[in-house]
């Protein structure tokens, strides 16, 4: 058996390249991600403002909602498949309300992110975790007020200690 020779390369290896070029096309997937997260928040903000505004045209009983909406989302889930249950149609109502000003509505949170905020009763507390979890990248885990005090209670014996943060 005769091994095949392959000449030798008087190219540079192109790992390097490559490893350019992947970054270039993670950079592109994930704002395109972003972008498109974004635009389902705004959509499913829209779907809730179009429940809100049908509710106040018609009859404002508890039935006649639940009727509504239990139709809604058996209409919306055959035309669009999943995603369109009663509940959820419900936390896109919520959302309308709870956050009324759709060009307030942050650009680096998720549906997933809103979803939580909604969890918190408190508007002074949704907002400030709203600021925090746009403005510091935060997952879609929310801190409890404990671990938000511990770490505030680390911090402050770090400036008492060393007179500064650590980045």
């Known amino acids: 058996m005769t091994q095949s020779k392959q000449p030798a390369s008087s190219h540079p290896p192109v790992t390097e390249l490559a490893g350019r070029i992947t970054t270039i ?4 997937r994930n704002r395109v991600q972003s972008v498109v997260d974004h635009e389902m928040v705004r959509a499913y903000w829209e779907v809730g403002r179009e429940i809100v505004e049908d509710e106040q045209k018609g009859e404002k009983r508890a039935e006649y909602g639940k009727a509504v909406i239990q139709n809604l989302s058996h209409e919306l889930t055959h035309r669009h498949g999943k995603g369109f249950a009663a509940s959820n149609l ?10 009324p000003i759709q060009h307030a509505l942050r650009a680096e949170l998720s549906w997933t992110h809103y979803r939580l905020l909604l969890k918190v009763e408190e508007q002074q507390k949704r907002s400030f975790y709203e600021i925090e979890s746009a403005a510091l990248n935060w997952s879609t885990y929310l801190p409890t007020e404990d671990e938000l005090r511990n ?4 911090d402050r014996k770090l400036i008492e200690n060393n ?3 650590p980045l």
């Open 25 to 28: 096309i993670e950079s592109a």
């Open 151 to 154: 770490e505030l209670i680390k």
């Open 90 to 99: 419900l936390t896109m109502r919520r959302f309308y309300l709870t956050f």
């Open 163 to 165: 007179g500064n943060l």
